[in-house]
């Protein structure tokens, strides 16, 4: 299966609260989990990423949580801000052979000031 | 570096017409995608290409045509466009990290 289920479809969120988005997977062959936000009238672009040897990766306030055995993975935004209010997009990459990134529906993120 | 740019920005179609995106890179990326993004459906696949003069169908590639004539370069193509194909199209790069650089999109109506 090469899908990528992404939930919830939007969050609104009060300003200084936390954001998370789950996704899921079913391929095991996927060896690359990237985040990509992205801005209204704007091309996505990369926010963070990890691989499936990890289980937490942090940029900022930005941190990924990585369930390989349950084949989960969330992105949770803590201290979210206006500024933060885009859709976010998880994605998985096909390892071995494959050169395709595979996308989830996006998530539209509120945060109310 | 002006990174990925996409020609036009916007375009309005009749069903029937035909029309090339273009895409350019100037970050000597070997791969290059085209997407189309529609409400609550992601960023689909459309076609990629792995190098110069290498092109291969992704999940959506019915109805498109692709060439990467450059390196630098790659055209999506609508032969007959139909308003099945409304939508904005992205087209991305990337070097052998699997960082993806997406262009700002086109906004294609097909009326």
């Known amino acids: 299966q090469q899908q990528v289920k992404q939930s919830p479809q939007s969050l609104i969120v009060q300003k200084g609260g936390i954001s998370i988005i789950n996704c899921a997977y079913e391929?095991?062959?996927?060896?690359?989990f990237p985040w990509y936000q992205q801005f209204p009238g704007k091309g996505p672009a990369l926010l963070i990423a990890?691989?499936?040897?990890?289980s937490e990766k942090k940029e900022g306030r930005f941190t990924i949580s990585f369930n390989k055995s349950a084949k989960q993975f969330s992105l949770h935004i803590m201290d979210s801000q206006p500024g933060d209010s885009a859709t976010y997009f998880c994605?998985?990459?096909?390892?071995?052979?494959?050169?395709?990134?595979?996308f989830g529906a996006g998530t539209r993120l509120f945060v109310k000031a | 570096n002006a990174g990925v740019t996409q020609t036009p920005k916007f375009r309005v179609l009749k069903t029937g017409q035909s029309m090339t995106l273009l895409c350019a890179q100037d970050?000597?990326?070997?791969?290059m995608y085209w997407y189309r993004q529609d409400p609550g459906m992601g960023l689909r696949l459309i076609h990629y290409?792995?190098?110069?003069?290498?092109?291969a169908k992704g999940e959506v590639p019915d109805g498109y045509n692709v060439s990467r004539l450059k390196k630098q370069n790659f055209l999506l193509g609508l032969e007959s466009a139909a308003p099945s194909q409304t939508s904005v199209y992205f087209c991305?790069?990337?070097?052998?990290?699997?960082?993806?650089?997406f262009g700002p999109g086109t906004r294609l109506t097909v009326t």
């Open positions: 991305a790069s990337r070097d052998r990290s699997y960082e993806q650089y």
């Open positions: 391929n095991t062959a996927f060896d690359y």
């Open positions: 990890i691989r499936p040897d990890v």
């Open positions: 994605a998985a990459h096909v390892g071995t052979g494959g050169f395709k990134t595979i």
């Open positions: 970050m000597n990326h070997e791969y």
């Open positions: 290409s792995v190098g110069e003069g290498t092109t």
